[in-house]
């Protein structure tokens, strides 16, 4: 159990656009979720801390007005990149908690943005 | 900011051999966890360490914590060519809900057939 699934898992988009992100916990209720950013043979970094009906805790430097969470169900969260530019191509990771074991994060397999 | 640095930052070894991978981090936790990632995919949880706890064992990994030094290690014994992977130690300084991972920048092991 404790399967994390992302849509899509690649996308590509002309600068300017906006592009959303789905994160679903496909077996369990989330209690809470996470979304991360990482580089190419880098560390994850958390960008914003989700729960269901609240709104999105943002990690200090990360834009808030840029990168849109909404958390609308206890299963789905999603990521909106608004107005994407080039540097925010990146692997964006969300993961999710359950209620059982809060401490312990499973990670959804990630999506690949690349702006052009 | 980085909490956990793995040590080494890439390890090459030959089937059947055991790897060691090392954590190094600065504040208290409340527990540590390690993570696998193959290539351009998402983490796999390995195994999470409490701070009250030294040793922990799971199939053919071994994780010891020393608090006092603020330092973890991992050990994969009998390694596979599967086991090719980047390995993250993440620390949670809190614990329960809400709580916050930080990771390092991990670990790229290759284990040759």
């Known amino acids: 159990g404790a399967v994390v699934s992302q849509h899509p898992s690649r996308v590509i988009c002309k600068s300017g656009t906006s592009v959303k992100i789905e994160c679903r916990s496909l077996?369990?209720?989330?209690?809470?979720m996470f979304w991360y950013r990482q580089f190419p043979k880098k560390s994850l970094m958390l960008m914003a801390t989700s729960n269901e009906g609240s709104k999105a805790t943002y990690e200090q430097g990360v834009e808030k007005d840029k990168f849109l969470i909404n958390h609308a169900s206890l299963t789905l969260s999603t990521l909106t990149v608004t107005s994407a530019h080039p540097e925010d191509s990146s692997f964006y990771i969300c993961?999710?908690?359950?209620?059982?074991?809060?401490?312990?994060?499973?990670f959804g397999p990630g999506t690949r943005l690349t702006v052009l | 900011s980085q909490q956990g640095e793995e040590d080494p930052q890439a390890l090459s070894i030959q089937e059947g051999e055991n790897a060691t991978m090392n954590c190094s981090y600065k504040?208290?936790?409340?527990?540590l966890q390690w993570y696998r990632q193959n290539s351009g995919r998402g983490l796999v949880h390995l195994i999470l360490?409490?701070?009250?706890?030294r040793e922990k064992h799971s199939g053919r990994l071994r994780v010891t914590l020393d608090t006092s030094k603020k330092s973890s290690s991992l050990l994969i014994t009998a390694s596979r060519a599967a086991d090719t992977a980047s390995y993250f130690c993440?620390?949670?300084?809190?614990?329960?809900?809400?709580?916050?991972?930080?990771f390092g920048k991990g670990i790229t092991l290759s284990v040759r057939p």
């Open positions: 504040t208290s936790i409340n527990n």
């Open positions: 993440a620390t949670d300084a809190t614990g329960g809900a809400n709580s916050k991972l930080t």
């Open positions: 993961s999710a908690t359950r209620p059982a074991s809060t401490d312990t994060q499973y």
């Open positions: 360490i409490r701070s009250n706890e």
């Open positions: 077996d369990f209720q989330a209690t809470t």
